[in-house]
């Protein structure tokens, strides 16, 4: 009965490369949410998703970051360009419903630090 | 804007005895808040939740108090166990029944 499931957990980029961050929520879980802890911060919510669908991207920065969720496979979040100001542990939840209150059920997180 | 705060970066406690851990908010939209405990390289784990109809949630050894008109919820732990050392997160929901708004986080040690 895995749980949440995130990798990298740890991932080191320069300025400028891309990094991929990957999400595999519980299983029968269908609902994605991914958030992000800066340095000193509480986590801020990024973008809830279902297969397929973007719900709320209301949290993503405007450029560099996109997320999916496809028919097959986990979740992505993508940062193209990174810089060091996305150096942040960035934690994916899931859901079994889209209500859902306290059943979000978290990953361990994928810690990015950018050089 | 910081709508969720705790004001506590740090609470050190002797073991058997309370844990108190405070947090308040500022948007009269939240309506259901929740507790989730984060120890060291793990994700935040729920830990118990209230609804703004009720004043008081009680599960074991946790209880949560809210107190809307202060816009102030307080989480109690007793008595305290060194395993309850970890970060502590108040997180609120308001007109969206998904988009949780965290605090930065109390630092719990219970000392043996």
């Known amino acids: 009965n895995a749980g949440v499931m995130q990798n990298p957990r740890h991932l080191v980029r320069r300025r400028g490369q891309e990094a991929r961050l990957r999400c595999s929520p519980m299983k029968g879980h269908s609902h994605v949410y991914w958030y992000r802890q800066l340095p000193e911060e509480g986590l801020k919510f990024m973008v809830y998703?279902?297969?397929?669908?973007?719900?709320?991207e209301s949290g993503m920065p405007k450029e560099r970051f996109s997320a999916e969720f496809p028919k097959e496979g986990p979740s992505i979040l993508r940062i193209q360009q990174v810089v060091r100001g996305d150096s942040a542990a960035y934690f994916c939840?899931?859901?079994?419903?889209?209500?859902?209150?306290?059943?979000?059920?978290f990953g361990p997180g994928t810690r990015l630090t950018v050089l | 804007d910081q709508q969720v705060k705790q004001n506590s970066p740090s609470l050190s406690v002797q073991e058997g005895r309370i844990s108190i851990l405070n947090c308040d908010y500022t948007?009269?939209?939240?309506?259901?808040f929740l507790w989730y405990k984060k120890y060291p390289a793990e994700g935040p784990t729920f830990l118990i939740s209230?609804?703004?109809?009720?004043d008081k949630n009680e599960d074991g050894r946790f209880t949560v108090f809210l107190n809307k008109s202060a816009k102030h919820l307080s989480l109690h732990i007793v008595p305290s166990q060194p395993g309850d050392s970890a970060v502590y997160f108040c997180?609120?929901?308001?007109?969206?029944?998904?988009?949780?708004?965290f605090g930065k986080g109390t630092l719990l040690t219970v000392n043996p």
């Open positions: 939840a899931s859901s079994l419903q889209g209500v859902s209150y306290n059943e979000q059920f």
């Open positions: 998703l279902q297969k397929e669908n973007i719900i709320d």
């Open positions: 997180a609120a929901i308001g007109d969206s029944n998904y988009k949780l708004t």
């Open positions: 948007n009269s939209m939240f309506d259901y």
């Open positions: 209230i609804s703004s109809i009720k």
